[in-house]
């Protein structure tokens, strides 16, 4: 059975720092992996989707990579700003299944 | 860009309530989602459809049914609301599995 682990649970940083959020599955057999951003009370904003074949994806301050036969990937956020201030959440799409499968999140607070 | 839309954001039902969440999307995509999202356990799969009138069961359909009539309309039903029904409910579509587009949540109070 597929599972998505996203550590840490919780992270703070100040303003204008890099960091890496990361993610990890139980289960090479995916059709392509998506991040996504949670502001509280909302829905979820796809940021970022990576294919099977493709090793990352780039999207302003944003890089997201993927190393299938691991089962991992992370987010690169650079030179965060509060507004970057959100839960990120990690989801693959199983070949098995052809389900979505969500992490837990990580919950991102960048403070001024 | 895709737009899934979901036609109320808080609803407040009672007990015993059968209650509708519509979800309407507008680039013709096969697939449509039913997740709940509740503190601690995350994303859970309730139904999902990849045609007209066709739905499959997903992790936790206990409580619920659908209905798609029409492709861009994903509809999810309470049949007799219970209060650990509360959640948020959020609905997906996509094509294929080229990615995945979601409404802006509906937060659902059963008192």
């Known amino acids: 059975k597929q599972e998505v682990t996203q550590i840490p649970a919780a992270l703070s940083v100040p303003e204008g720092e890099n960091l890496v959020l990361n993610c990890s599955f139980t289960?090479?057999?995916?059709?392509?992996l998506q991040w996504f951003r949670q502001d509280p009370g909302k829905g979820l904003t796809s940021l970022l989707l990576?294919?099977?074949?493709?090793r990352e994806q780039t999207s302003g301050r944003l890089n997201a990579s993927l190393d299938k036969s691991s089962g991992r990937s992370t987010l690169y956020i650079a030179a965060s700003q509060p507004g970057d201030s959100a839960t990120y959440l990690c989801a693959v799409v199983s070949s098995n299944t052809g389900k979505l499968i969500f992490g837990q999140g990580t919950t991102l607070q960048v403070k001024p | 860009d895709v737009k899934v839309t979901q036609s109320s954001r808080y609803l407040v039902k009672r007990t015993g309530e059968k209650v509708f969440l519509e979800c309407v999307q507008d680039?013709?995509?096969?697939?449509m989602f039913w997740y709940r999202q509740d503190p601690g356990l995350g994303l859970r799969l309730i139904y999902f459809?990849?045609?007209?009138?066709?739905?499959e069961k997903g992790d936790i359909p206990e409580g619920y049914s659908v209905s798609r009539e029409k492709k861009e309309r994903f509809s999810l039903i309470l049949e007799s609301a219970s209060t650990n029904q509360t959640s948020m409910y959020l609905c997906?579509?996509?094509?294929?599995?080229?990615?995945?587009?979601f409404g802006s949540g509906t937060r659902l109070t059963v008192v």
């Open positions: 680039m013709d995509h096969e697939n």
């Open positions: 459809s990849y045609d007209v009138k066709m739905k």
């Open positions: 997906a579509s996509s094509f294929d599995r080229y990615g995945y587009t």
């Open positions: 990576i294919q099977s074949s493709q």
């Open positions: 289960d090479s057999a995916i059709y392509n």
